[in-house]
């Protein structure tokens, strides 16, 4: 079985290299001195970000995690620490805003296999070199109601983010972060979530952009979207460039379970969001089928029929076949 490091590693490989592409030329503001710094800063974070994640007892991830904060803190107190990419933390989520204006640290904080905490911190870009940084704090094991508020950085959602997508309406900007969620030992999530600054700076979470206008059966505004899946199984979740859409699988419930989330893996359609008028609008996956010509997208065989019924072979086989596959985003 795949380790744990192993795929966190892998998920923030394939899905932070833009970020990481555009802290390398922001590392260019730095002087050779201060990367000399630096450099001895994130080798000392590098120990403690590995056991967060790879640590046998839950006593010994908990003390890296505390070491890893304070360390992290530390280092981004020296001036022009927003230059720096830290690129060497493979365990720890980085990610630029579109306009760097800020940047994004998330990680994930796993107590026993019951209870995964996410972590985080916004950091935004100061003209003087100084540091302003917003510590998050996951509240999502407290709430039963996620999909319905605005959040703060005090009762956010938790999320290993990977994507960041800028969208901008009537002069407001909007930054869509996509992320995942080591849910439980049986289940995981991805989550759609929207981040907008108050007027006082403050990073806010969530809003009433999720619309399902265009849908047969019509649904309120939702304030965030996850999906929940199998674990294991390899689903897709991200921001198309080309279709300007978020992308994502249908999911269906394998022995036919609807209310059995931990069930749930493709089936072969897709659906999706796209951005129109200060609003995510679903696109379900009859109209998104329309949309794609040959080739624009990967399509495994479909374990629904015409008619909307399950085929329990076809089913069986993509379930096979998700588990030998590698997560992706």
């Given at each position: ?20 592409s555009?802290?390398?030329?922001a ?12 450099e ?10 590995f ?9 010994q ?5 505390s ?12 001036p ?5 990419p ?20 998330t ?6 296999d ?6 985080g911190?916004i950091q ?9 940084l ?8 407290f709430t ?10 005090r009762?956010?959602i ?5 994507k ?29 979530e ?32 996850d999906?929940?899946?199998k674990?294991?199984?390899a ?10 859409m ?15 989330k931990?069930?749930y893996?493709?089936?072969?359609d ?5 951005w129109?008028?200060?609003?995510w ?12 010509k040959d ?5 495994d065989?479909?374990?629904l029929?015409?008619?909307g019924n399950?085929?329990e072979?076809q089913l069986?086989e993509?379930?096979e076949?998700n ?7």
């Amino acid at each position: 079985m795949r380790s744990k490091l192993t795929t966190v590693v892998v998920l923030l490989m394939m899905c932070s290299l833009p970020g990481l592409s555009l802290s390398a030329s922001a590392q260019q503001h730095l002087t050779p001195a201060e990367e000399q710094v630096f450099e001895k800063h994130e080798d000392t974070l590098k120990g403690y970000a590995f056991n967060i994640v790879n640590a046998e007892t839950a006593t010994q991830r908990f003390v890296a995690d505390s070491s890893f904060i304070r360390s992290l803190v530390r280092a981004l107190r020296k001036p022009n620490s927003f230059y720096y990419p830290f690129d060497s933390l493979q365990t720890i989520s980085r990610l630029y805003a579109p306009d760097s204006t800020f940047r994004i640290f998330t990680w994930e904080f796993k107590k026993d296999d019951y209870m995964y905490l996410q972590e985080g911190a916004i950091q935004v870009k100061q003209a003087d070199g100084s540091l302003k940084l917003f510590p998050l704090f996951d509240c999502s094991m407290f709430t039963d109601k996620p999909l319905d508020s605005v959040r703060t950085r005090r009762n956010w959602i938790g999320a290993i983010y990977y994507k960041m997508i800028l969208k901008t309406w009537q002069g407001r900007k909007y930054y869509t972060l996509l992320g995942f969620d080591d849910y439980s030992s049986t289940a995981n999530k991805k989550w759609m979530e929207v981040l907008t600054f108050n007027e006082q700076g403050e990073p806010q979470f969530g809003g009433p952009y999720i619309s399902f206008a265009q849908d047969s059966v019509h649904k309120p505004l939702q304030y965030r979207f996850d999906i929940e899946y199998k674990k294991d199984a390899a689903t897709r979740f991200n921001y198309d460039p080309t279709m300007d859409m978020i992308v994502y699988d249908h999911l269906v419930p394998e022995g036919n379970n609807p209310e059995k989330k931990d069930s749930y893996v493709p089936d072969g359609d897709f659906e999706a969001f796209q951005w129109k008028g200060g609003h995510w609008v679903h696109v379900d996956k009859g109209l998104f089928t329309m949309k794609l010509k040959d080739g624009e997208a990967p399509s495994d065989a479909k374990v629904l029929d015409d008619q909307g019924n399950i085929n329990e072979k076809q089913l069986q086989e993509a379930s096979e076949k998700n588990a030998k596959k590698k997560p992706h985003n």
